[in-house]
């Protein structure tokens, strides 16, 4: 795809309509854009190529974007497979190309690729510029956004902010949906763990004069770019983005998701405006670590399995954890026939969270509800809606 940005910065990205997994692990049903670009000054620089997977195409794209002119620079702004993929083969097409990054980029350059480029490299820093003619391109570093090596770049010429993986999401650029919702989870996904340093780029973004957005994966921004910079800020800062609460549950013969079920409807009879549930057992755990990020309040439901956590909880609160999760009020309840474990241990995981207050009372539960809702639920229901 070919897309004029601005009279000089051109878009040679390319959709990847047939990824099912990106990164081998998260659903993308609608596929995946890698951008690249192409800024035309006295100097024409790239930036970025995109994954091997699309290089073909990109290629095509670049030549007729560029009708003939031969490109001087290509920057690399984050050094994964579907951003590198297709160095070698434009360095082919441009033999005296240079390729700007930072000492970590070509370091992590010689890890992955052994085509030799070492005749070519620019090794920039905090502050450096590139001069292109008419404008400059200033580099700022983005450690652990989500790699150490990450940096991005500042065209003073259009203002525009090119800015890695910040600002991405899941989807192909053709594909119509609403921003927020696959943006969220891509950023809880991947970037999530790394809210300080998110909070650190913001900072450095919130000094210029941005009036692009250009990241790696998804639309390029150019209007109410307060909006994105804003959920950045509240994603980043690990705040509720909004009120509701969250039912994730784990259950093995359907004893533990009616209860959960129970919960969900006793909820909403109480008047509790928002209630998302999910069975982490089927569902997509991507979107469920979305949703717990996204309300301020969680439930966690499970059944004990070998006097342990059923498997999918396990693992929805190990994933809880290592994208930092904090900050919110959760709930209990737990299933067992003889000896209900799973609240004792979830708590246990829990406790190694930060801000996580653990509500009163526990529902356990002997291997199915019968009759009338326990006391015990009713009373977490109103914990929960205070």
Known sequence: M???????????????????????????????????????????????????????????????????????????????????????????????????????????????????ISDKKVIVKEGDTLDLGSRKLTFAMAPMVHWPEVMMTYDSGDKIFFTADAFGKFGTLDTEEDWACEARRYYFNIVGKYGAQVQSVLKKLSALDVQIICPLHGPILTENLEYYIGKYQTWSSYEPEDKGIFIAYASIHGNTAAAAQQLKALLESKGAPKVSIADLSREDMAEAIEDAFRYDRLVLACSTYNMGIFTPMESFLHQLKAKGYQKRKVGLIENGTWAPMAAKLMKSQLEGMSNITVLDPVVSIKSSLKGEIPDAMVQLADELLK
């Open 2 to 116: 070919i897309k004029k940005i601005t009279d000089s910065v051109i878009y040679v990205g390319c959709d990847d309509a047939d990824l099912d997994l990106f990164e081998s692990q998260f659903d993308v049903p609608n596929g995946m854009a890698y951008n690249s670009y192409i800024i035309l000054d006295e100097k024409i620089c790239i930036m970025d190529t995109v994954d091997k997977r699309a290089s073909d195409q990109w290629l095509s794209n670049v030549k007729e974007a560029l009708g003939g002119k031969n490109a001087d620079y290509l920057v690399i702004s984050h050094m994964e497979p579907d951003h590198t993929g297709s160095i070698q083969a434009i360095a082919e097409l441009f033999p005296d190309i240079k390729i700007v990054g930072n000492a970590k980029t070509f370091a992590f350059y010689d890890q992955f690729y052994s085509y030799d």
